[in-house]
């Protein structure tokens, strides 16, 4: 039978949540790896913010800033719960992410990194199926804070105002946000890949073709998830940023003068 690189990371057998010592000891070593990765995205967050301000720009953050990171962040977990679960992991949901795109993509990358950190601590929390800690990261911190994406790739109140000038179908201004979904779909695709390979893969009960065939299985297992749920999430994109009436209220609601992100001093 093949095995899985799963014993290059110690990840020799399947933890027993009902084992109260070995759940703590697994949860405990997954804590102390994901607060490492908490402390250098923060890290590396700061650099760039003080980076900007030696140029002169500042973040522009406002109360309205956070409101709307609260209702997008609220409304992304509650979706979360609604949809088709798999047995070894990974859910169909009703475009659960699209809340936090939408708010990456308009209120820029620092401010949707704040509130992805935010969402990958919540799924956390949400029956996790986690088998070893580096599998946390594969699983949970790296797909989810993808979702950041979004904010590089974010929204200009100019680019948008020429398409409109043009004559052009306003999903034509939108082009960076669609650039910034395939991103998120790749990293968050090929992380789900890596830890099906590198952790699940000796945990399935194999049988026939698939057996020697662990890649395939892998890119086929989490294919059957996450491709429907990021086409659902696409297609209510395409509907929410073909209004008008959507357009103009977040032009006048979330965009900042230059920017999505910062503003000239």
């Known amino acids: 039978m093949y095995k899985p690189f799963s014993t290059l990371f110690g990840a020799n057998k399947l933890f027993d949540f009902d084992d109260f010592k070995e759940a703590d000891t697994m949860l405990r070593a997954t804590l102390i790896l994901c607060i490492c990765l908490f402390v250098a995205l923060i890290a590396g967050t700061l650099i760039a913010y003080f980076a900007l301000k030696a140029k002169g720009k500042r973040d522009v953050i406002r109360t309205k800033d956070l409101t709307y990171g609260a209702i997008c962040l609220a409304a992304s977990y509650a979706l979360s719960f609604l949809g088709i679960g798999l047995p070894y992991g990974g859910t169909i949901t009703f475009a659960s992410v699209l809340p936090i795109m939408i708010y990456c993509y308009y209120f820029g990358f620092f401010k949707g990194l ?66 910034g979904v ?59 940023l073909s209004s008008k009436s959507f357009n103009r209220f977040m032009a006048s609601s979330a965009n900042v003068s230059t920017s999505s992100d910062v503003a000239v001093q």
């Not at 790749?186 to 992380?191: L, T």
Request: neutral net charge; hydrophobic residues 50%; proline residues 4%.
């Open 114 to 179: 704040v509130v992805t950190v935010s969402y990958t601590v919540l799924q956390f929390f949400q029956s996790p199926s986690i088998v070893h800690p580096m599998s946390a990261v594969l699983d949970y911190a790296i797909p989810y804070l993808s979702l950041a994406f979004l904010g590089v790739f974010s929204y200009r109140q100019s680019r948008y105002n020429k398409i409109i000038t043009d004559g052009k179908h306003q999903l034509a201004a939108h082009v960076p946000f669609f650039i």
């Open 182 to 240: 395939a991103c998120y779909f790749a990293v968050r695709y090929i992380s789900h890949v890596l830890s099906g390979v590198l952790f699940w893969g000796e945990y399935i009960a194999w049988d026939g073709w698939w057996q020697n065939h662990l890649w395939a299985y892998s890119f086929a297992y989490n294919g059957v998830f996450f491709i429907p749920d990021t086409i659902i999430a696409l297609c209510a994109a395409v509907g929410v």
